[in-house]
């Protein structure tokens, strides 16, 4: 069977998706009656309790002081240059961008959340086309682009295999963001401790496939690209059993999509930098106000009761810099606890999947600020 291009650009966007797009929790129209009843407030209270990060103690006045100065790059506002990008994404002969781009704020006076777009080719078709976006106001922190090849016939059996390894695929990707759209390297993701064997470390790179069936009917499953993920954060050197305080993760992604060829000869394939916004310590934030352990998990437990989760197979929690937004497009941070909540194992067997049919089973994540705010003040704790 011959295999289209643009199915291959299709299999790429997929994986992008997964990237941007947080998984909604599934609705059924009418839930059964449940085999078990649901935990008790005892019981999930320990469950939290058990799984809060250990740095967080009865007093974390200290701790929230800390998290309050976060060492912070330079924002995009100031180190992307659009001119700069587009000379790296298109060439010399770079493109055109479309009009309106200077106007960053609306009628109104609001910020205008709008993107400038970049391209060349045309969209519609199989022709080449590159597209490039970023927002109109850079304090909002998005950026993407994407270059979909001319659409040509493959044939499976002429697949080479990508040779790329993941440590090249990750420097590689960091070394472009840093230099062609200005993402500090201060805020990205650390290569994990190479000596670390005490906990399972690895590089955020992800080795993306093209598979399916050949003329004669055989099955076939080849390594094409090689993807990074860079989730922003911060270095505040608290340390931990492994270390795994030293960096608090913060708000915004980066997604870069490459294979073997050269970033300048077709090999970048696709680059998403999403909410890398500019950022600042929340200005109402007291650590005298620090919420303590028990507290803290007293209001989680609660919370998760009075969303009736139901069944809790497994709790996480980590310690993270929540943002709250603001009109100007400035992120007010926070310390603050993300809870992963699953409601049954990852690997069930065919039968136990079954069981749950016409039953709720996706997770689920929320947030909760590690200091208490004045009442006229933003809370989080939004449901993502």
Sequence with gaps: MIIKNYLYNSLVMVFAGMFLVSAAPAMAKEDPPRDEPDPGYEEVYKLVGGSLPEIIKEDNKELVSLLLKPPLGKPLREAFNPDTAIKALFGRAGAPIAPGCKQIYTPSGDIDPGECQASRGEEAGGGIYK??????NMSLGNI???DR???????PGKLVPVRMTDQQAYD???KFLQNTFGLPVSEETPAPPLANKAVNLSLPVKTLALGGVDREGGKFNVPVEKMVILQRGFNFRLGGTYGEYDWIP????????LDDRSLTSGGLREVVVRGWHEVKAHPDANPEFAKSRAMLSDEITRDLLNESTGRISKLNCRLVLDSIPTPSGVGLLLPAVQVHVSPVPADLSEDAQNALAMKSTAGFVRTYNLVELNETNPKGGEME
């Design 144 to 146: 993407s682009f994407f």
């Design 149 to 155: 090849p001319k659409a040509v016939e493959i044939d």
């Design 172 to 174: 590689t990707a960091r």
């Design 250 to 257: 913060g708000p915004g992604k980066a997604m870069m999509v």
């Design 131 to 136: 597209e490039f976006r970023f927002s109109k």
